[in-house]
């Protein structure tokens, strides 16, 4: 990998990972198409209610697999191959042992998740379906999540991106035919995404256990090693709070949404982050592109390699966060009615969300791509403290604004505290660069 062109090699890590995040972000938008033309505002509305739970499992599973294969990379540019298998096995355990502890708490807490963002009604009631379906099938829904990332760190972005795609298609042919055809309503969108996953899953599992993969699964002399996993539990806690953000701030906004304002404007809200996604996810494409050679070149010390890589990933996921705030202000109309069956209170609440909402997603790139640099080179601490405090510096705004401005205070609290957090971000990578410039050496010649 060091005697290779490091721009070749961005490239070729992060065009798999951008169109595997594209395609997953092009489900989850069909996904939510499907369900605002069939059921509306409502449907909407409910499955806005449960995501912020899902959200939390889909963080363990990206907690495992950011977390395991910057150690996996690590350890390969440190030339520590056996090292490096075990943590696979690692990784696999922790996989399980989350899955079964996330289910088994879900199945305790029952209806509260849901009751305690103010819903009531039949959005309670759908939003509990959807729910329960998915937590019944949080090991499906972890494994998913993080084994294709540990196949990119296996040298392996293709196949990973492949696997997204195939489960991003499965997920669009099952919502056509569950919702539409069979009418199995939001239940109908949960069953779609489960059994995507569970193809991803089964076709990941089976790479690790075939010719293609240099790493594989130690079944026989396995050693259990607490460090390990309490190594990758660390390095990838950044990914689980900033999922955890996800969820705190989307179930916040839904209590607010539904306490100031109405179902059509928690529907308006769901319909806003399902435009948004496609930046986010492009943007955690060229992140989770950026990692693994980030990781292998710290760890190799080629810390020119790793500037080069930091300046080509942020210049481009800048960049096109401007594009796409430019972009969905100048065809709000048109992409809100995608989602929209005739419903003009809706299509109103969904076009002044976006003016409001979204004008600061490029400095949100900025901050996860931050998290994840600091991830790559073991300074987990540091990438915890901006998931964490993203949730921080929201707070206050959460309770001033939406009591002073009611549901255009709502709209304005996550970019205007994305506005100071990205500031001390910036900071701390200028910091970075300074430091990797000072401590590097040329290579012998």
């Known amino acids: 990998m060091l005697s290779k062109n490091i721009t070749l090699q961005f490239w070729?890590?992060?065009?798999?990972?951008?169109?595997a995040m594209i395609v997953s972000g092009i489900y989850l938008i069909v996904d939510g198409m499907f369900i605002g033309q069939v059921l509306g505002a409502e449907g909407l509305a409910a499955i806005n209610l449960a995501w912020p739970i899902i959200f939390l499992v889909t963080g363990l599973g990206l907690m495992v697999g950011v977390g395991g294969g910057a150690l996996i990379s690590i350890a390969t540019g440190e030339g520590k191959t056996s090292k490096a298998q075990s943590l696979l096995s690692h990784a696999f355990l922790l996989m399980l042992i989350m899955a079964v502890l996330f289910s088994a708490i879900l199945a305790l807490l029952g209806a509260k998740p849901i009751t305690l963002q103010g819903a009531s009604g039949n959005i309670q009631h759908m939003a509990e379906s959807y729910l329960g379906i998915l937590g019944n099938g949080a090991l499906v829904v972890l494994f998913s999540c993080a084994l294709p990332i540990l196949i990119r760190n296996d040298n392996s972005p293709n196949f990973a991106t492949l696997l997204m795609i195939v489960g991003a298609?499965?997920?669009?042919?099952?919502?056509?035919?569950?919702?539409?055809?069979?009418?199995?309503?939001?239940?109908?969108?949960?069953?779609?995404?489960?059994?995507?996953?569970?193809?991803?899953?089964?076709?990941?599992i089976a790479y690790f256990f075939s010719r293609y993969s240099s790493l594989s699964f130690q079944v026989s002399g396995f050693s259990l090693k607490p460090k390990y996993?309490?190594?990758?539990?660390?390095?990838?806690?950044?990914?689980?709070?900033?999922?955890?953000?996800?969820?705190?701030?989307?179930?916040?906004?839904?209590?607010?949404?539904?306490r100031y304002g109405s179902v059509t404007d928690t529907g308006a809200?769901?319909?806003?982050?399902?435009?948004?996604?496609?930046?986010?996810f492009i943007a955690e494409g060229f992140a989770n592109g950026m990692q693994p050679l980030i990781s292998f070149n710290f760890g190799a010390k080629r810390y020119d390699n790793v500037l080069k890589v930091m300046a080509l990933g942020f210049s481009i996921i800048l960049g096109s966060g401007v594009a796409a705030v430019f972009l969905m202000n100048l065809f709000s109309e048109?992409?809100?009615?995608?989602?929209?069956?005739?419903?003009?209170?809706?299509?109103?609440?969904?076009?002044?969300?976006?003016?409001?909402?979204?004008?600061?997603?490029?400095?949100?790139?900025?901050?996860?791509?931050?998290?994840?640099?600091?991830?790559?080179?073991?300074?987990?601490?540091?990438?915890?403290?901006?998931?964490?405090?993203?949730?921080?510096?929201?707070?206050?705004?959460?309770?001033?604004?939406?009591?002073?401005?009611?549901?255009?205070?709502?709209?304005?609290?996550?970019?205007?505290?994305?506005?100071?957090?990205?500031?001390?971000?910036?900071?701390?990578?200028v910091s970075l660069v300074k430091q990797l410039k000072a401590e590097f050496t040329p290579p012998a010649a």
């Open 169 to 204: 298609l499965a997920n669009i042919g099952l919502d056509y035919l569950f919702i539409v055809k069979w009418d199995w309503q939001l239940a109908g969108a949960a069953y779609a995404t489960l059994g995507a996953q569970a193809l991803v899953m089964f076709l990941a």
């Open 334 to 429: 048109l992409s809100v009615s995608i989602f929209n069956n005739d419903d003009p209170a809706l299509l109103d609440a969904t076009v002044s969300g976006i003016r409001l909402h979204l004008w600061a997603m490029p400095l949100d790139g900025l901050i996860f791509t931050g998290a994840v640099v600091f991830q790559s080179i073991n300074r987990a601490n540091r990438a915890s403290f901006i998931s964490v405090g993203n949730m921080a510096i929201q707070l206050p705004f959460m309770l001033l604004l939406p009591a002073a401005y009611g549901v255009v205070g709502i709209w304005l609290v996550m970019p205007l505290s994305t506005v100071i957090l990205s500031a001390v971000v910036a900071w701390w990578l």
């Open 12 to 19: 070729r890590y992060s065009i798999p990972s951008v169109v």
């Open 269 to 280: 809200y769901a319909i806003v982050l399902y435009l948004s996604v496609i930046y986010y």
């Open 229 to 258: 996993l309490a190594n990758i539990s660390n390095l990838g806690l950044s990914s689980f709070f900033t999922t955890v953000y996800t969820a705190f701030i989307t179930l916040v906004h839904n209590y607010l949404f539904l």
